[in-house]
């Protein structure tokens, strides 16, 4: 072997061995993405999904729309821009410096109709029945109470609202479809319609109505 191979199989173990441990540590202690990683949300393959993402929440102008862990606002914007000022985006996160990116990046795409809130899900911040859509986009994982987090989404939904949840892999905070589709039935959810496969997929729920 030469050394430029031994060299990319050494690379190779050790983001391996780096994954499996960021794996086991969100496991006992779930943890949100620190935005110093910002650059690992913002790149050509999370745009590829984003897209898909905003397709499958059949948006228009006037919805209420929660983005529930909206990071530093890769969805927030586009999705506050298809609502229009008729509509509202409600974009929530536990970090106060994601928070502040994306409303330095609303300010300057000139956006009005975004409200930020700095808290957790779960803790009962959410308005009740306010929402026609949610999102929760490889976050679900980070989530230290997720039972309480989809309960709290499920009340901030309207009757007939849904929830679009996303996972995708590499993600050490993944959860498995099947795990999702629990979570979310334990909640009062059912399950409206699904996507993608076992490695980048979305299951949107609905609240009956």
């Given amino acids: 072997m030469n050394t430029a191979a031994l060299v990319l199989?050494?690379?190779i173990?050790?983001?391996?061995?780096?994954w499996i441990i960021a794996r086991l540590t969100a496991r006992i202690q779930p943890r949100p993405c620190p935005p110093s990683f910002i650059f690992v949300l913002d790149n050509p393959f999370t745009a590829g999904y984003h897209q898909s993402i905003l397709t499958r929440l059949d948006l228009s102008p006037g919805l209420v729309v929660l983005d529930?862990?909206?990071?530093?606002?890769?969805?927030t914007i586009p999705i506050a821009k298809t609502v229009g000022p008729q509509g509202?985006?409600?974009?929530?996160?536990?970090?106060e410096a994601m928070l502040e990116r994306a409303k330095r990046t609303a300010e300057s795409a000139g956006l009005r109709n975004i409200?930020?809130?700095?808290t957790g899900l779960g803790e009962g911040k959410l308005p009740p029945a306010a929402f026609d859509r949610a999102l929760l986009v490889t976050v679900l994982g980070e989530i230290p109470d997720?039972?309480?987090?989809?309960?709290e989404i499920y009340a901030s939904l309207k009757p007939g609202g849904f929830?679009?949840?996303?996972?995708?892999?590499p993600d050490p905070d993944y959860q498995p479809r099947s795990k999702v589709k629990k979570l979310a039935r334990e909640a009062g959810f059912q399950i409206h319609s699904e996507y993608g496969n076992f490695f980048t997929f979305t299951v949107n729920v609905v609240k009956p109505g």
Wanted: hydrophobic share 60%.
């Fill in 163 to 169: 929830l679009s949840i996303t996972e995708v892999l």
């Fill in 115 to 118: 409200t930020f809130l700095h």
């Fill in 88 to 95: 509202k985006v409600f974009a929530v996160d536990v970090q």
């Fill in 146 to 151: 997720r039972p309480a987090a989809l309960r």
């Fill in 13 to 18: 173990i050790l983001v391996i061995a780096a």
């Fill in 68 to 75: 529930a862990g909206c990071g530093p606002g890769l969805l």
């Fill in 9 to 11: 199989l050494v690379f």
